[in-house]
């Protein structure tokens, strides 16, 4: 699966924003979806999961109760609301496909696609 991410921006600490990652080919229903994200000198981190079917989600606790991922199946679409931002969440954020379906991953290793990233900034 074909993976495009795409609704970063440069945001002030305290906002909202929303991440999308839109996929292409057939079998998007399949896969498990993650984020990651990469802040400038630190390694790749993991941020969220979600199943194939949205019923089961897991978050990073740096990110629990302020992001929220999602999907629509239907527009191959997989979402990351994030709010209260913090200068600390300034990155590069990737969404990624494992082909776990009903197991969401949460380690780099097991991502099998990956978009190109998105830049979010937050400034204090």
């Known amino acids: 699966v074909q993976l495009v991410a795409s609704g970063g921006g440069l945001v002030q600490a305290g906002v909202s924003l929303r991440l999308s990652c839109a996929a292409s080919?057939?079998?998007?229903?399949?896969?498990?979806l993650d984020w990651f994200r990469q802040a400038p000198g630190k390694e790749r981190e993991f941020v969220a999961a979600i199943t194939w079917n949205g019923r089961t989600t897991f978050y990073a606790e740096s990110v629990k109760d302020r992001f929220t991922i999602s999907r629509d199946n239907a527009k191959k679409t997989v979402y990351l609301q994030m709010s209260s931002l913090k200068p600390e969440d300034t990155a590069v954020y990737y969404c990624a496909a494992s082909s776990g379906g009903t197991i969401y991953y949460t380690t780099q290793d097991a991502m099998t696609d990956w978009g190109q990233g998105t830049q979010v900034t937050v400034s204090s």
């Open positions: 080919g057939p079998t998007f229903s399949n896969y498990a």
